[in-house]
C-alpha cells in the first residue's frame, strides 16, 4: 500500500505523478491561463474582421472613399485590439497576489470582472472616437440617418449625422461600462476581504 506523508499525499508515483497539476489549481496560477487566452483573441479581432470584410466583397463593391475609411477603421480596431492584449497581459499579474489567500476563486472573480470592464469600455471609447472622427471628415455626407427613421424623430426633419453621435455615445457608454464594472468589482471584493480578514482574525484568536 502506497505510504501516505504528513502532507497527505502519496510517495508512490502511480498515485503523486499528477501532484503538479494539483498544486496548479489549487494555488490559483490556472486563472492566468485565462487572461492569456483572453489576451491573445484580442489580437485576432483584426483579423478576423478584415476577413469577413473581404470575404462579403464589400471592398469591391463600394467607392474609393469608403474604402479609405474602412482602412482607417480597421487601423482604429487594430490599435484598440493591441490596447486590450496589453491590459489583459498585463492584469494577469494581479492574481499573483491571491495565491496565498484562502479564498482565491471569489477576488479572481472579481479582477476578471473588472478587467473585462475596462477592456470593453476601452475597445468602445477607442473606437467610438476614432471611427466617429474618420466618418465625420470622409464621410460626412453619407454618413447620416433621416431623424424620421428613429423612434423619437418621427416628426421630426434633418439627419443624426453618424461620426458625431460615435463620437458621444462611445464616450458616454464606454466610461459606464467601465464603471459599472468597476463597481461590481469592488462589491466582491469587499466580501472577499471580508472573508480573508475573518479568517485571519479566528486564526490569531485561537493562538
Known sequence: MADINKNGSSDNHFFGFAKPYFDFISKGKIYSIFYVVMAFLNLLLPLVVIYLVIDSGFLQNTGGRTVVAFMLSWLVIAFS????????????????????????????????????????GTFIIINGVGIGLIATILLWDIAKIPLSYLPFGYYMDGYLYCGPAAIVFGLVIGFFVILLHRFLAEMIRIWAAIANNTKDIARSLRK
Open 81 to 120: 485590439s493591441w490596447i486590450c492584449f496589453q491590459l489583459w497581459w498585463n492584469r494577469k499579474n494581479n492574481l499573483r497576489r491571491f495565491e496565498s489567500a484562502d479564498f482565491i476563486a471569489t477576488p479572481v472573480i472579481s479582477e476578471i470582472i473588472q478587467t473585462s470592464g475596462e477592456c470593453l
